[in-house]
Nanobody, 120 residues
Framework: QVQLVESGGALVQAGGSLRLSCAAS??????MGWFRQAPGKEREFVAA????????DYSNSVKGRFTISRDNAKNTLYLEMNSLKPEDTAVYYC???????????????WGQGTQVTVSS
């Protein structure tokens, strides 16, 4: 079955950097993505990567600041976050994606997420 375990979240000052990790199992060759949910808001798409790692996609709000990558040998997904802003504060989740990554469609199962807090 699918297992998703996110880690790496922390409290960081604006302008700082963080690297999130996601230990994933269940659908090893599927596209994967990062999503986030801020207090009082719906969960939103952040970034996606194809199964081979050759194709990526980003939301406009993080493009140029965040980089998604994966290590298939380690079954691990990463999100490198630079130039962090207070509006990046949220719980970050990883998930497998259904269909092409351009659909940004996650499966219904979610892990516990990891908290990222950016102070101004």
């Amino acid at each position: 079955q699918v297992q998703l375990v996110e880690s790496g979240g922390a409290l960081v000052q604006a302008g700082g950097s963080l690297r999130l990790s996601c230990a994933a199992s269940g659908l090893p060759f599927s596209g994967m993505g990062w999503f986030r949910q801020a207090p009082g808001k719906e969960r939103e798409f952040v970034a996606a990567i194809s199964g081979s790692g050759s194709t990526t996609d980003y939301s406009n709000s993080v493009k140029g600041r965040f980089t998604i990558s994966r290590d298939n040998a380690k079954n691990t997904l990463y999100l490198e976050m630079n130039s962090l802003k207070p509006e990046d504060t949220a719980v970050y989740y990883c998930n497998y994606l259904r269909g092409h990554i351009a659909f940004r469609a996650a499966y219904e199962y979610w892990g516990q997420g990891t908290q990222v807090t950016v102070s101004s």
